[in-house]
């Protein structure tokens, strides 16, 4: 893919990583478990760093220059119909409907969408974007004329899955955001094992279909 492809994606990308707080300060008034909450609150804190320091979002930014765009091109850029769209539907998964069998479901179905859309397929997507960057200029680390990646890689680390839902936790130390994520939702999932499997399962499905929408806009129609 050339420099404009990529940097095309990556704009339209942002407009998902800039919903990122007020999605997550919808599941903290959606979620009832204490510890839940904490984790939901640090990671919405965590957003904006120390006083004085650059936002996950500023790093973004620094990212996007680094890899050729221009402040001009970020600040005409535009979210699409279909970003849009799946920005709305990330949104959308946060309500409770007449769907959700008991507050239990829903919890299980709010975790889930946080587990998935906001951390572990993040990774997921940087992830498979990664080559692409490092051809384009960004390193993880200190690399000849390279620019170590501030946001595009420490989340592609931070927010991959560690631990599957069914395993052993294990020790508690060392735990990235999806792993803390997994924890309180199998703990909800332990509440209800029938239902909750449902919810969860529903959840993932919208998650992973809303991913796939976003850059399915960008394949070529078959003739």
Not at 148 to 173: E, K
Request: proline fraction near 4%; charged fraction near 25%; hydrophobic fraction near 45%.
């Amino acid at each position: 893919m050339s420099r404009a492809e990529i940097l095309e994606i990556l704009l339209q990308r942002r407009f998902l990583s800039l919903a990122f707080v007020p999605l997550y300060e919808l599941a903290l008034d959606a979620l009832s478990d204490p510890s839940a909450r904490r984790i939901v609150r640090s990671l919405i804190r965590e957003e904006y760093n120390d006083a004085g320091e650059q936002t996950h979002r500023e790093h973004l930014v620094c990212d996007l220059l680094a890899l050729g765009a221009t402040l001009d091109q970020i600040h005409r850029s535009r979210p699409s119909a279909t970003t849009l769209a799946v920005a709305a539907g990330l949104v959308d998964a946060m309500r409770r409907t007449d769907d959700d069998a008991s507050d239990h479901a829903y919890q299980i179905a709010v975790l889930a969408t946080l587990r998935l859309a906001g951390e572990v397929l993040v990774a997921v997507e940087y992830e498979m974007l990664w080559p692409q960057l490092q051809r384009l200029g960004l390193c993880a680390h200190g690399s000849a004329g390279k620019v170590v990646s501030r946001f595009y890689y420490p989340h592609m680390t931070h927010d991959a899955r560690r631990h599957r839902i069914a395993s052993d936790p294990g020790p508690t130390g060392n735990r990235n955001h999806a792993d803390l994520m997994t924890d309180r939702l199998r703990d909800q999932l332990a509440l209800v094992p029938a239902a909750g499997v449902e919810a969860c399962l529903q959840a993932a499905r919208r998650a992973q279909g809303l991913k796939r929408s976003f850059y399915d806009q960008w394949l070529v129609p078959q003739a």
